[in-house]
């Protein structure tokens, strides 16, 4: 069965609103989890590393202002766009790192289209 | 810093034909190296992974990989392809010292047609 979980799967919003998306690791606690943006026909980019109990690491050239991140428990991480734009229509990934291990499972992804 | 090169953007091949995806990468500290697999409009799932030990690596449906530290490449390998493989696979490298990041090469559009 999945061990991420996102939501929503897809979201339609219009230029100049927010969405939040989540990111849920359902099989165990973590207290880092990372999100991804990936445009049609590219690579995943890590856009940040979200930390719980601390705030979260942005990867350069990545607007924290824009793409606000709370790791709201051991399972729970969020993501926020905010102000959204057309630009920022994408899929959002997120992953959860099993410790101890250095694999990953990933989310499902979100795909935001902003109008 | 890490990088990925994979080499090959698109690769088409027939079924049951053999197929290599290639994959090089560039580190100054020890790295662990992914293979992911991505069907349209999901996440990625693993098909396998290099951490240490024997450098041929077994992963699911069939494929393998081999780590060569002194071409800096993981190539992945399947002796015969179907059509389900069709998919866009991802070449990822985590160094040690970063805290399970994962740095993904450009990928390659797998195309298996009958």
């Known amino acids: 069965g999945a061990v991420v979980s996102q939501h929503p799967s897809w979201v339609i919003c219009k230029s100049g609103t927010s969405v939040k998306i989540e990111c849920r690791s359902l099989?165990?606690?973590?207290?880092?989890m990372f999100w991804y943006r990936q445009f049609p026909k590219q690579s995943l980019m890590l856009m940040a590393t979200?930390?719980?109990?601390?705030?979260?690491?942005?990867e350069q050239g990545v607007e924290k202002d824009k793409f606000l991140i709370n790791h709201a428990s051991l399972t729970l991480s969020t993501l926020t766009v905010t102000s959204a734009h057309p630009e920022d229509s994408s899929f959002y990934i997120c992953s959860v790192p099993r410790q101890g291990s250095y694999e990953q499972y990933f989310g499902p992804g979100t795909r935001l289209t902003v109008t | 810093a890490q990088s990925v090169t994979q080499l090959d953007s698109q690769v088409p091949v027939f079924e049951e034909a053999p197929v290599e995806l290639r994959c090089n990468y560039s580190?100054?500290?020890?790295?662990?190296l992914f293979w992911y697999v991505q069907y349209p409009n999901q996440g990625l799932q693993l098909l396998l992974k290099?951490?240490?030990?024997?450098?041929l690596v077994k992963g699911i449906n069939g494929f393998e990989a081999e780590f060569n530290k002194s071409q800096t490449s993981f190539h992945l390998r399947k002796p015969s392809v179907h059509i389900s493989d069709t998919a866009e696979y991802f070449c990822a490298v985590s160094a040690g010292n970063q805290g399970g990041k994962l740095i993904f090469g450009q990928g390659t559009e797998l195309s298996v047609k009958p």
């Open positions: 580190s100054s500290v020890s790295v662990y």
């Open positions: 290099y951490l240490s030990g024997s450098t």
């Open positions: 099989d165990f606690q973590a207290t880092t």
């Open positions: 979200s930390n719980e109990g601390s705030k979260a690491t942005y």
